[in-house]
């Protein structure tokens, strides 16, 4: 075997043994266990499966990941949750594209709480317009990658911060990356991830953005100048031409805030080329084993689903298209209303910004109820798919 699959373990007495006998089943024999300082029996656990065992160096799932990078001796190393949620045959999709791409992750799809889903997709949406990469989950905890690219990304996060900073120095020194869809369950244990660790996660993106490359960080801040500019501009301007006064010094400083956040957004195709130019240069073709990794499947026609599929693969349901419509109605009432203000009707114009409240109103219940509409569907499939495995 070519490839070393590492289980990061903190306190998974109970979901170990489920997770090994599957990873075994599904061909996986070189396994490595990190114990974070369990207390509950694991180490226990993992020497009675006859898997090798080793301590990490400090606490968190970041320095689990960069001890296991010391000990890893294959040129392919997988990282799985030891908490049951990854279905471990779900790893073989994953392995063929390490042909051509040097890190390769699983993108989630089943039983998740709607708070994590919906912060999965708010980190996930972030993570894409920082780093201009097509990702769909790249907080996914179950990924492949060649060992070296891993070890040249000097990782620096100690806790569920670990997957921004992993992938984004990957993409910053010029990773080749992507996303196959795989199954998500209901864990085994306790839940150790926090709905406020979405927060630090966030932090860590931005940090990792402004100092991987600073151009597209500043470029992007300055570019919401362009919405307290047009704010207060637009306010100056109906100060001055229906009621008469003038606001010179407010004016010149709204000016200010639109022309610089004008340019900030003409930088933009600059920073990413900058950041594009900066990936091919470090990018480091490794020469390494083939014949270890499965072959790539053959590609299978595309059946036409019962419900239209969106670009990120995600299925559009009719809630979904009834609350895009309300929001472009709130912002077609909203437009509507600023010209009725403008031309000095203001009960038409209080009467059309009623109602446009009342839009967004109605598409952010309508957004909320398919997501958790989605979710449910979701959760039914995958234990249908479990049913059936």
């Not at 244990?189 to 996660?201: C, E, F, R």
Request: net charge positive; with cysteine.
């Amino acid at each position: 075997m070519c490839i070393t699959v590492v289980l990061p373990v903190l306190n998974e007495a109970e979901a170990l043994p489920k997770v090994v006998e599957e990873l075994r089943a599904a061909g996986f024999n070189n396994i490595l266990v990190v114990d974070g300082g369990s207390t509950d029996g694991s180490v226990e656990v993992a020497k009675r499966l006859g898997v090798r065992v080793i301590s990490q160096m400090g606490r968190g799932k970041g320095m689990a990941v960069r001890t296991a990078l010391m000990y890893v001796d294959t040129p392919y190393v997988a990282f799985l949750d030891a908490d049951y949620t990854y279905p471990a045959e779900d790893l073989k999709k994953l392995l063929p594209l390490l042909r051509h791409y040097d890190v390769v992750l699983g993108a989630r799809r089943g039983e998740m709480p709607l708070i994590y889903r919906l912060g999965n997709k708010a980190l996930g949406w972030l993570f894409r317009l920082l780093f201009g990469v097509d990702i769909r989950d790249p907080l996914t905890g179950m990924y492949a990658a060649r060992t070296e690219v891993l070890r040249d990304a000097a990782l620096e996060a100690r806790g569920f911060d670990l997957e921004v900073d992993l992938l984004a120095k990957a993409l910053a020194n010029g990773a080749r990356v992507a996303e196959v869809e795989i199954g998500y369950r209901r864990r085994v244990g306790k839940k150790k991830l926090k709905p406020w660790h979405g927060l630090s996660i966030a932090l860590k993106s931005l940090s990792l953005a402004y100092r991987l490359n600073p151009t597209l960080s500043l470029s992007l801040l300055g570019s919401f100048l362009l919405v307290p500019g047009v704010a207060l501009g637009s306010w100056v301007a109906y100060r001055f031409f229906y009621q008469g006064v003038p606001h010179y010094m407010l004016g010149l400083f709204s000016l200010i805030l639109i022309m610089l956040g004008a340019l900030s957004i003409a930088l933009l195709p600059l920073a990413t080329a900058v950041l594009r130019l900066q990936a091919a240069v470090r990018r480091r073709d490794l020469r390494l084993p083939t014949d270890c990794l499965p072959p790539l499947p053959e590609p299978t026609p595309l059946a036409t689903p019962a419900l239209a599929k969106s670009e990120g693969g995600e299925t559009e349901t009719p809630l979904l298209h009834v609350g895009r419509g309300l929001v472009l109605s709130f912002m077609a009432l909203l437009a509507t209303a600023a010209y009725y203000l403008g031309v000095g009707d203001t009960t038409t114009a209080n009467k059309l910004a009623e109602w446009a409240y009342y839009a967004l109103a109605g598409a952010v219940v309508a957004l909320l109820i398919d997501a958790a509409v989605v979710s449910r569907r979701e959760q039914r499939e995958s234990q249908t798919l479990g049913s059936h495995g």
